[in-house]
């Protein structure tokens, strides 16, 4: 008898989440050009940051490269 009272939960739950009457319906072709555009606009961010970090190292002049910094002993 116990069993039977702790699968009653279980079985509202899952009845519960087979009912799709409130559930918003997206079409395949929706979903996939909202995915290919995220795919998109993620490789163009990283273009853009690739070029502007090698632009930031390529700009640099050898002069630099001679100073004494007190607070990068490395450099």
Not at 39 to 46: A, D, G, N, S
Not at 70 to 75: A, E, K, L, S
């Given at each position: 008898?116990?069993?039977?009272v ?28 909202v995915?290919?555009?995220d ?8 273009c ?14 050898s ?5 004494v910094y ?6």
């Open positions: 008898m116990e069993s039977r702790s699968l009653t939960p279980l079985l509202l739950l899952l009845c519960a989440a087979m009912d799709c009457g409130n559930c918003y319906r997206i079409d395949t072709g929706t979903l996939v050009g995915v290919a555009g795919v998109v606009l993620t490789i163009i961010i990283m853009v940051v690739y070029f502007c970090a090698r632009q930031k190292n390529k700009g640099g002049s002069a630099d490269d001679n100073k007190m607070n990068m002993p490395n450099r």
